[in-house]
């Protein structure tokens, strides 16, 4: 199946890519994988072509990109994957402008309940039903730091939403530019990931995929 989609993230963890989209014709959220168990993708799957330029280069949000799938791969906390055909070339049709955002962002009451993370036991026994992993959410207050305890730098991120403040880890591979250039965000809007269970845990942590700050 062929699906033209709006990337909306292209985070970075243990090196490799969480990419993730809506489709410009549904609004619906496709996220690419690389196998059945919600692989993340590898720098070689992630390359764009665009007829006007020779080479490849790493997708990037706001990008329209034509992808193929082989079908869809659902787990019970990431219900939108889809596993991509390696054998087709993405290629690029155009993009958005920022300002377009407004029209592919989500209203959920809250971001999976309060706090950081879910028990992802909780999602096995159905106790939490998990039918989005991905929003694209306008927020207030929102206030990017680097917070060092534990002996490890780490990219973090608070604000409002609903009346509601959270405080999660950015894996946009931009935070370090964004922080170093702006000081106001007061009209920011974020794609927020739901992880894959954390080993440590067994835990899925709500994660700052893309930060779109004006």
């Known amino acids: 199946m062929n699906n033209t989609i709006v990337i909306l993230a292209n985070s970075v963890k243990n090196r490799a890519h969480c990419v993730a989209g809506k489709c410009i014709r549904t609004k619906q959220w496709i996220r690419p994988v690389g196998d059945v168990n919600g692989c993340a993708l590898n720098n070689s799957q992630i ?9 490849s280069y790493n997708v990037k949000p706001l990008q329209k990109i034509n992808m193929r799938f082989l079908g869809e791969t659902p787990l019970i906390n990431q219900p939108e994957n889809r596993m991509i055909d390696n054998t087709w070339t993405w290629t690029q049709s155009y993009y958005i402008h920022p300002f377009q955002l407004n029209s592919y962002l989500d209203s ?23 039918a989005n992993s991905l929003y694209l959410v306008k927020v207030s207050n929102l206030k990017l730091y680097y917070d060092e305890s534990y002996g490890k730098r780490r990219r973090k991120a608070t604000f409002f939403y609903k009346g509601i403040e959270y405080t999660l880890s950015v894996t946009d591979p931009n935070f370090d530019k964004i922080i170093n250039s702006s000081e106001d965000y007061s009209e920011s809007i974020l794609c927020i990931s739901l992880g894959e269970p954390w080993e440590q845990n067994n835990c899925c942590y709500k994660l700052i995929a893309t930060i779109f700050a004006e």
């Open 47 to 55: 390359q764009v072509t665009n007829p006007k330029f020779r080479g």
């Open 108 to 130: 959920p009451e809250d971001l999976w309940g309060t706090g950081d993370n879910l028990p992802y036991s909780q999602i096995q026994n159905g106790q939490i039903i998990i």
